[in-house]
């Protein structure tokens, strides 16, 4: 609790509370160059959405308040800012929903999706800090909400619930590999964008890197070798093109640098990956 005092102290003194819609996107726009200005985002989105009386776009500041508590979480590793995000993605698909899973309106759809999602995401990454054993009782709720989410609209964030089930499935215990890997490709065929490189190569890879690191670790667990290989070395062009520029990170999709700049991160980190590499390929 001492970090979350610190926060809205500086909150406070920076008069986020009474920011505009404008204010808090700018904020959030300059995540990548410090963290606390997601939270900043993420607490003035909060303020907007108690104040704002149509439900549409109360939601879809709920909805922008989680995925700005999501990524401070993601590189604090703070499970009270990841509850915090959950609870935001609640308020927005409470509001949009008249039954579970059911949009209240056609208008709803887009960001009811976009809600169940942002609660997965959240809630995803609350069990990968929290480990497996200690956040295993909480699958069946994060299954439910990606598939509200994907049974809505399959699209969003970038095939987004399908990105996360294909990643569950080779963790939960009783879920099956190769279906893991069908969701992950899926979500890698849909959104594929040829990349120019700065050697005068073309390569075709998903925009979001996410679904890139993903769907390696998922062509492991199926045994498919070879794609795995090739997928690392087009991650491997992406990282070290990226060094020192965001060029070809905004080639990709502009408005996810940040969270590709923590792809990186991630990807440096998961020894898995390296060793599979070193040895098969």
């Known amino acids: 609790m ?8 500086l909150l406070l003194s920076q008069n986020v509370f009474s920011t505009t819609v404008e204010e808090a996107d700018k904020l959030y726009k300059k995540r990548g160059e410090k963290d606390i200005n997601s939270y900043l985002a993420a607490q003035a989105y909060l303020k907007l959405a108690a104040d704002e009386t149509n439900t549409l776009e109360k939601a879809k500041l709920y909805n922008k308040s989680s995925r700005s508590f999501y990524y401070i979480g993601r590189i604090r590793k703070k499970l009270d800012f990841l509850e915090d995000g959950v ?41 990968q800090i929290k480990g497996p054993i200690r956040s295993l009782f909480r699958w069946p709720e994060l299954e439910r909400h990606l598939n509200w989410s994907k049974a809505i609209d399959i699209t969003v964030s970038d095939y987004g619930a399908l990105r996360i089930l294909g990643r569950a499935y080779i963790k939960v215990p009783g879920k099956s590999a190769i279906e893991g890997l069908n ?49 690392y070395d087009k991650f491997v062009q992406i990282y070290e093109s990226s060094e020192g520029n965001d060029n070809v990170l905004n080639q990709m999709n502009a408005d996810i640098v940040p969270e590709a700049r923590l792809d990186f991160v991630d990807f440096d980190e998961n020894k898995d990956l390296h060793e599979k590499y070193d040895e098969d390929c």
């Open 2 to 9: 001492k970090i979350k005092s610190i926060l809205l102290t």
């Open 87 to 127: 609870s935001a993605a609640k308020k927005a698909y409470q509001l949009l929903i008249s039954s579970n899973g059911v949009p209240a309106k056609e208008e709803y759809k887009k960001e009811a999706a976009e809600a169940y999602y942002q609660y997965s995401a959240n809630l995803g990454k609350w069990g």
């Open 183 to 231: 969701f992950q490709k899926t979500a890698y065929e849909n959104t594929l964008v040829d990349v120019n490189l700065p050697n005068g190569q073309t390569i075709k890879v998903s925009r979001n890197l996410t679904t890139n690191l993903f769907l390696m670790e998922n062509y492991i667990e199926a045994g498919q070798t070879a794609p795995f290989c090739e997928l």
